[in-house]
């Protein structure tokens, strides 16, 4: 998955895969917790965790 990483192109760094895929998974771990825990049908984390979910798994489409 970190061949096409695409900020390769910008920064000229490559992140090493077991970290890139900590990272990812750290993160999905936090927005599926903001999804669990925040009551509300209108909350704003809600959204931002939806939409950080979205972005992550459409990412992970990408770059598979």
Do not use: D
């Not at 900590?22 to 809600?46: D, M, Q, R, Y």
């Not at 931002?48 to 798994?57: C, K, T």
Request: aromatic share 14%; net charge positive; glycine share 10%.
């Amino acid at each position: 998955m970190a061949k096409v990483f695409p900020l390769v192109t910008f920064t000229g760094w490559k992140p090493n895969a077991h970290i890139y895929r900590k990272v990812i998974a750290a993160t999905e771990v936090t927005c599926g917790a903001i999804l669990v825990f925040i009551p509300g049908k209108n909350g704003k984390g809600i959204l931002i965790g939806i939409i950080l979910v979205f972005i992550l798994l459409m990412s992970n489409i990408y770059f598979w």
